[in-house]
């Protein structure tokens, strides 16, 4: 999805997807009456049929993939927004080295 309404990238059927919302995302808020242990798992799935290259792709993943993974390795309630920003922003040190092309959302001070 978009991550926001201009965005050149994505679609926007299920709405738009900026980093926070990743971020925000409770999976055992999705079911109602669905106990956190019968979830096994997370996925974040990325639909590539309006991206043509590599830089596509990669601006559509990062940074909202590490923040899909944090949800996955974060127990309920135990997330922190600004401690994330703050350790995503020096993660795209490692990315810019790499040459992977990265969303630079205004929610992180990069």
Same mark, same amino acid.
Request: proline share 5%; net charge negative.
């Given at each position: 999805?978009?991550?926001t309404?201009?965005?050149?990238?994505?679609? %926007?059927?299920? !709405?738009?997807?900026e980093?926070?919302?990743?971020?925000?995302?409770?999976p055992?808020? +999705?079911?109602?009456?669905l106990?956190?242990?019968?979830?096994?798992?997370?996925?974040?799935?990325? $639909?590539?049929?309006? +991206?043509?290259?590599?830089?596509?792709?990669f601006t559509?993943? +990062?940074?909202?993939?590490s923040?899909?993974?944090?949800?996955?390795?974060?127990a309920? !309630?135990?997330?922190? $927004?600004?401690?994330?920003?703050?350790?995503?922003? %020096?993660?795209?040190?490692? $990315?810019?080295?790499? !040459?992977?092309?990265?969303? +630079?959302?205004?929610q992180?001070a990069?």
């Open positions: 999805m978009k991550y309404e201009g965005f050149p990238l994505g679609l %926007q059927w299920a !709405g738009f997807v980093l926070r919302d990743a971020y925000d995302w409770e055992e808020d +999705l079911v109602d009456g106990p956190a242990t019968a979830i096994e798992g997370v996925e974040a799935a990325v $639909w590539t049929e309006t +991206l043509t290259t590599t830089d596509d792709l559509m993943l +990062l940074p909202r993939l923040a899909v993974a944090e949800v996955a390795w974060s309920p !309630g135990r997330k922190d $927004w600004d401690d994330y920003r703050r350790r995503v922003a %020096q993660e795209a040190a490692a $990315w810019r080295r790499d !040459g992977l092309a990265f969303h +630079l959302t205004p992180v990069w």
